[in-house]
């Protein structure tokens, strides 16, 4: 074994970990850490997807019972169906833009300095926003609208 892609790899499981359900980009935080430790490549894709997907299913375990309750009543409940509707809303615009612009996206943002240049752009929006006096609108996501969800 190596033990310094085996050290790498417990470093960007510590960074993806730690990341993910805070409200930071774990995606960015492992493109730096990443390439700060010289772990660039096909190899490394790999890797990240793999410890990302690790995550994804965690999220989906933990709120197992909602998708449950959601999938359950597609047919009969409102409530079931507008979160649905809105996932599909959210999802849908996302999907467009990615699939558009994928590729232009991969070749010039999913690099070190343009990632450091939007956490500092996003750190100062979230001072901003966090220092205006704003009254959330929506309390709850079964409030949403598909306005909300857009």
Not at 145 to 150: G, Q, R
């Amino acid at each position: 074994m190596d033990l310094a892609l085996f050290l790498k790899a417990v470093v960007l499981g510590v960074v993806e970990g730690l990341t993910e359900f805070l409200p930071v980009s774990s995606t960015g935080h492992l493109i730096i850490a990443g390439q700060l430790l010289g772990y660039t490549g096909e190899k490394a894709k790999v890797f990240e997807m793999v410890i990302q997907s690790g995550a994804m299913l965690a999220v989906v375990y933990e709120y197992r019972a909602r998708f449950a309750r959601v999938i359950m009543g597609l047919l009969d409940d409102p409530v079931a169906q507008r979160f649905a509707m809105n996932l599909v809303v959210a999802f849908v615009p996302a999907a467009v833009l990615g699939l558009a612009f994928g590729s232009v996206i991969k070749r010039h943002l999913f690099h070190a300095i343009p990632v450091a240049a939007a956490f500092i752009v996003g750190g100062i929006i979230i001072l901003w926003v966090e220092r205006t006096s704003r009254r959330a609108t929506v309390e709850d996501v079964d409030q949403m609208t598909w306005k909300d969800a857009l």
